[in-house]
Each structure stands twice: as C-alpha cells, then as structure tokens.
C-alpha cells in the first residue's frame, strides 16, 4: 500500500488513526501549497477530487475520503479497534464522527477557506467569503452542543477512543492555528482536548 499524505486535518486523521494502531505504510507527501494535488499526475493517477488524503491498496486501486480510508484500515487491522467490534459500537462511532463531522468540522474548515484561506482557495474552489463568519459562528454552536454531552466521560463516543476523537481533534487543533480557537467557557471539551493533544499520535517524532 501507499499512503498520500499532506499538511492539513484531513490527513492528519488518517495519520493520527495508523499511529494509534501502530500501522505503517509507506507515504508519498503532496504539496498542497503549491496546488500539487490539483494537477496531473496526483488528479488524474490518485484522485480526480484533488483532494488528499489518498490510500493506494495493493491491487492499484486508490481509496479516498477519510472516513472510508479508516473504514478499510480499521477491517484490515483490527487490532486496537477505533471504529469498533460490535455492530453496536460500530454504529455509535459511526454516528459520533457524523455528528461532529456535520455540526463542527466541517463549517470550521469553510470558515477558514473563506476567511484567512482565501487567498490559497479561491483560484481552486467556489468560496463564499460573505458566508465565514456565519460557518465559524455555526461551528461554535456545534462545539457548545457537545460541550455538556461529554461531561464526565474522556471520549467522545463513550468509554474508548475511536475515530470520532480524533477526527474532531484534529479538526479543532486545526482551528486553534487559524483563529478559531476554542472558547473557554467550553470546559468539557478544552478537558477532552487538552487529554488528546496529550497522547503520542498527536505529537510525532
């Protein structure tokens, strides 16, 4: 297998979930600065999307799209299960990273594409620069839904880490770097956060 890595959460995800199975393959680094992974060969070879990341399996095939990256890796490597072993936990991670996805991660990273990105983004994708400070606003409301839901618990799908945590970490460790740190007042998460950033998948040697 290959792995296309790059700087940015998306990755980073997938980065963070082999380190917390103890998986190594081999990666190629894509320069997204430069537009690297929206020019042949990477979009025309790897992924149309020019998006990254991008996991080569051993048939040529290329998997995309974090959450279907973890999904492959999780069933070929189940040891230190991140998604789960039973259809209950499968589906409680499942809906975990969901929400978080949807409510957090998601109107964070176009906050800052149309904001403090703009500049990088705007020649690659359509931008609403009228719409950032509604999505960075949308994303905090996300962040201070969760907030009492994981009160007294350190993951956030129950009692064990799993793809959501590190989705949603990533995704806020992201965030703090652009502005859009999180609020204070959100005690249980700065907690949970503060725990993550902790542990050896979020700091590599």
Do not use: H
């Amino acid at each position: 297998m290959k792995y296309y890595n790059s700087i940015g959460p998306n990755p980073r995800v997938v980065t963070m979930f082999m380190a917390e199975k103890g998986v190594k393959i081999p990666e190629v680094m894509i320069d997204l600065r430069s537009g690297e992974n929206r020019r042949a060969p990477y979009n025309v070879d790897v992924n149309p999307a020019g998006q990254t990341p991008a996991l080569e399996l051993d048939d040529g095939s290329v998997l995309c799209e974090v959450t279907a990256i973890c999904e492959y890796l999780e069933e070929r490597f189940p040891e230190t299960p991140l998604i789960g072993t039973t259809a209950e936990e499968r589906a409680n991670t499942r809906m975990w990273t969901r929400r978080v996805d949807i409510k957090i991660c998601e109107p964070l990273t176009n906050g800052f594409r149309y904001a403090e990105g703009l500049p990088l983004f705007e020649t690659r994708m359509r931008c609403l620069p009228e719409a950032a400070a509604g999505l960075k606003a949308i994303a905090q409301d996300g962040i201070a839904w969760l907030d009492p839901l994981i009160a007294g618990r350190n993951f956030i799908a129950g009692d064990r880490l799993s793809l959501a945590d590190l989705m949603l970490f990533t995704f806020l460790d992201f965030g703090a770097s652009v502005g859009q740190p999180i609020d204070p007042a959100f005690t249980n998460v700065q907690r949970w956060y503060e725990q993550m950033k902790s542990r050896p998948s979020a700091n590599p040697t």
